[in-house]
């Protein structure tokens, strides 16, 4: 892009644009000089644009297999990868695995899920040369014990 602007009386100067795509981008102003001040350019500055992924997902128990979580980033982007975080408590967290997104940003991850309990998830994505860091809301999942359950359905 080369445009012009006016600068102010105190030789400052303001220029709003605005990108839309993702990438790496470089900028520097250049004052061609005038009668009574020489030419100059600045620095280059360089920045980059990335996706905002917008991270949702449901969770099912599926008998035999477990906890099946499919999701979505909301960018249609291929091999972004997802981390599943759990937590006991909502505060500490623990990484339970590592995903990659699929070529329309969903992803699926079984969870064999041995314990019982109200459990918290949520799914995190890092910040990637194309994508900001990320956070899903967290979801509360409840497991029941299938021993406890056997034991509360029986007519004694």
Do not use: H
């Amino acid at each position: 892009i080369t445009d012009s602007v006016k600068t102010l009386s105190d030789g400052s100067f303001t220029y709003t644009f605005s990108v839309d795509e993702l990438g790496l981008y470089k900028v520097y102003a250049r004052f061609g000089g005038n009668e009574k001040y020489y030419g100059s350019t600045s620095n280059i500055v360089g920045f980059t644009v990335k996706a905002k992924p917008s991270i949702s997902f449901d969770v099912t128990y599926v008998e035999g297999a477990g906890l099946v979580i499919n999701g979505s980033l909301g960018l249609s982007m291929e091999d972004i990868p997802l981390k599943l975080l759990i937590s006991f408590d909502n505060k500490t967290w623990f990484e339970y695995c590592n995903v990659t997104s699929g070529c329309l940003g969903n992803y699926s991850i079984v969870m064999n899920a041995s314990i019982y309990g109200v459990l918290y998830i949520k799914i995190v994505t890092p910040e990637t040369s194309v994508t900001q860091r990320s956070e899903s809301n967290t979801s509360i999942v409840k497991l029941k014990s299938p021993v406890e359950e056997s034991l509360r359905n029986m007519n004694i």
